[in-house]
């Protein structure tokens, strides 16, 4: 790329449980480790490149039958290099999330990562967000498997947010983006009745009209 002043590019691809993620991380930390230079505000790129791995793993992966950290969305990443060979930036393009996910899951799979993490929060978020056991929800409950062998979803959180943190999404951006996974979970657990009149509705129970309310709190 030096020598030649032409861009490169590197294609992973493989079958479901293949090692694509985790080969891609690989390939980032090597490059990073190469090119590594100082960042603004005591972070480097090296580390804001690196860190935007279990920011984006939290919210695109989930346990599927095959991997319990599968990658549900397809990326794009573009590392930038000055003239000396340095990281400059980087630029990380998202597409084909499976998004019916979110809503339908079967046993022994699990929702996106993120709605587990929000539930295993310090009692200061849950209370904030006011969330229960992620067994409580209806869009993690459909299927049986809420815990994963190999990951603490109270830490995971945690280091979401140390992640978040280092690749410059700020305390306003990050709560924010945790209201709407919160309001997410409770819009799942609201419930209609057939209404009297011609093809209306109405909330079910007390029950399904506070996760309404606290869901459009959120969103407020």
Do not use: W
């Amino acid at each position: 790329m030096i020598n030649e002043g032409k861009n490169n590019s590197i294609l992973v691809s493989g079958e479901s449980g293949a090692g694509k993620t985790e080969t891609t991380k690989m390939l980032m930390r090597y490059l990073a480790h190469l090119g590594g230079r100082s960042g603004v505000e005591g972070r480097t790129v090296e580390q804001q490149v690196l860190e935007s791995n279990p920011v984006l793993e939290a919210f695109g992966n989930a346990k599927t039958v095959r991997n319990n950290n599968s990658s549900r969305f397809g990326k794009f990443v573009e590392i930038q290099f000055d003239k000396t060979g340095r990281i400059s930036g980087a630029a990380i393009r998202t597409y084909l999330l499976e998004r019916s996910r979110v809503c339908q899951i079967n046993t022994p799979e699990r929702n996106y990562h993120c709605f587990y993490f929000l539930c295993a929060a310090p009692p200061e978020d849950t209370q904030r967000y006011k969330l229960a056991d992620a067994r409580s929800f209806h869009y993690l409950n459909q299927s049986s498997c809420i815990e994963v062998e190999g990951i603490n979803d109270a830490e995971e959180y945690l280091a979401t947010r140390r992640a978040m943190d280092i690749v410059g999404i700020n305390e306003e951006e990050q709560e924010a983006i945790f209201r709407v996974v919160a309001a997410v979970l409770h819009i799942g657990n609201i419930n209609f009745a057939k209404g009297k009149e011609v093809d209306s509705s109405v909330i079910q129970d007390d029950n399904s009209r506070f996760h309404l309310n606290t869901a459009s709190e959120l969103l407020e």
